[in-house]
């Protein structure tokens, strides 16, 4: 779970990045966070990634409490959560495999269970036939797979997807989202911020819209593809 219990943030140049935000996202839901250019959605990602530290009010993640959270404790914290970054971060000169292991070996995680877990979610994410391939190698939508696949790797509780679909083409945009989909459905919860307003409005769900560090929209939409579903039941 997700909680911001009236929670503002103002960095040192005194530029105000949020401003009393309220926000509960429970656990196995899937939300998208949208907003313009600078509207707050990195600052938000950073309070719950704990690079940030909330200047008033509560931020809870997976059941730890951020604002009162001792330095040690945060890598525990992260370990609860996958990031999806939009240009991938991966690491050139490791393989597809490699790449995906290299999140569980940092944690020291036992080989035996490496060997078995790495290349299950290699799977889930549909690469096993490019474990071996380097990520120059791969097209942009089969690196933010790999990214993807790294990011579940450790079972997180929480995926936060920034902006992931970002530096791929639009087709495989909506694989993306459908993968990210996928996972939600096994349970995972997954925050997805995106300005690609298209996906939003095919999938629909809970939209969060920031807008000058403030959440002026919170609903649940029906997408367009919930929409088509419908007529093609009905004929």
């Known amino acids: ?53 909330a200047t008033e009010g509560e931020v809870i993640v997976n059941g730890f409490n951020l604002s009162k959270m001792k330095q040690r404790k945060i890598p525990k914290l992260r370990r609860t959560i996958g990031v999806v970054f939009q240009d991938f971060r991966l690491i050139p000169n490791m393989t597809v495999y490699d790449n995906v292991a290299f999140a569980l070996r940092v944690i020291d995680a036992p080989t035996k269970y490496i060997r078995s877990r790495v290349p299950y979610v290699i799977s889930l994410v549909g690469l096993t036939a490019k474990a071996k391939s380097y990520p120059n190698d791969l097209s942009g939508g089969e690196q933010q797979r790999v990214a993807l696949a790294r990011a579940l790797v450790n079972d997180p509780q929480l995926i936060i997807a920034d902006e992931p679909t970002g530096n791929v083409d639009p087709a495989r945009s909506f694989e993306i989202v459908d993968l990210l989909k996928a996972i939600n459905e096994c349970g995972t919860t997954v925050m997805m911020v995106t300005h690609q307003h298209e996906l939003v409005r095919y999938f629909g769900g809970r939209i969060i819209n920031i807008n000058t560090g403030a959440i002026v929209f919170d609903e649940i939409i029906a997408g367009s593809a919930a929409l088509d579903d419908e007529t093609e039941g009905g004929e």
């Open 1 to 53: 779970m997700v909680e911001f219990r009236n929670v503002s943030y103002t960095y040192p140049n005194g530029q105000h990045a949020l401003s009393h935000v309220n926000l509960k996202i429970e656990d196995n839901e899937f939300a998208f966070v949208v907003g313009a250019n600078g509207a707050g959605k990195s600052t938000l990602i950073k309070l719950i990634l704990r690079e940030l530290n």
